[in-house]
Structure formats: C-alpha cells, structure tokens
Nanobody, 121 residues
Framework: QVQLVESGGGLVQPGGSLRLSCAASGSGFTIYEMGWYRQAPGKQRELVAT???????NYADSVKGRFTISRDNAKNTAYLQMNSLKPEDAAVYYCNSQGTEVGVVGVIFHWGQGTQVNVSS
C-alpha cells in the first residue's frame, strides 16, 4: 500500500515562495499521476496541479505562471514550487497519487495528510 507524506508548508509573506514535497513509500506499486490539491477553510478541495509519469502537467488557472509541479519517478516524489504567493493561496495542501498496486484490480487513489500553507504579512 502507498503512503504519501507531504512536507514544506509554512508561513510566508505575500510575494514569497515555498516548495512542497510529497514522497510516496511502500512496495509493489506504480504511480501514474501525482497531484496537488488544496482546501481553504469553508471551501471545497480544489485541484492545484497534476503531473503524469511522463511529465505532462495540468494547472488550475489561478496558479498558472506562479506554481510549477515536477516529479522524480526514481524517488516516487512530487514537488510543487510556489512563487509569488498570494493570501488567497493559503490553504491545506494535499498530495494525491493514482496508480496500480500488485494484487489489486483497478486504479488506486491515495491522499497525504496535508501540509498547511499560510500567506500573510
């Protein structure tokens, strides 16, 4: 079974940068897509960015040009570089993975525990 652990959240001033990491651990799995989602208080969880195993990316319009998602397939780790942060980017950021696992039929989804990002002066 896959476990996702996020890190890198914290408090940053508007205009600042943070880099989030999401490391997948376990055995007998292949991750096809990894993504970052976020949820602010009182709001629904929303897509931030996704990246496939081959490196194709997708971004929410609100973060295009400011955030960059990347991954290291050898380390089963995804990253989210966040630049020019705005107060409205503050949220709990969750890592997501989609893939297959030995002995399990179908695509398996996993979520990390989340990491808090605060943007405030």
């Amino acid at each position: 079974q896959v476990q996702l652990v996020e890190s890198g959240g914290g408090l940053v001033q508007p205009g600042g940068s943070l880099r989030l990491s999401c490391a997948a651990s376990g055995s007998g799995f292949t991750i096809y897509e990894m993504g970052w989602y976020r949820q602010a208080p009182g709001k629904q969880r929303e897509l931030v960015a996704t990246i496939t195993r081959s490196g194709s990316t997708n971004y929410a319009d609100s973060v295009k040009g400011r955030f960059t998602i990347s991954r290291d397939n050898a380390k089963n780790t995804a990253y989210l570089q966040m630049n020019s942060l705005k107060p409205e980017d503050a949220a709990v950021y969750y890592c997501n993975s989609q893939g297959t696992e030995v002995g399990v039929v179908g695509v398996i989804f996993h979520w990390g525990q989340g990491t808090q990002v605060n943007v405030s002066s």
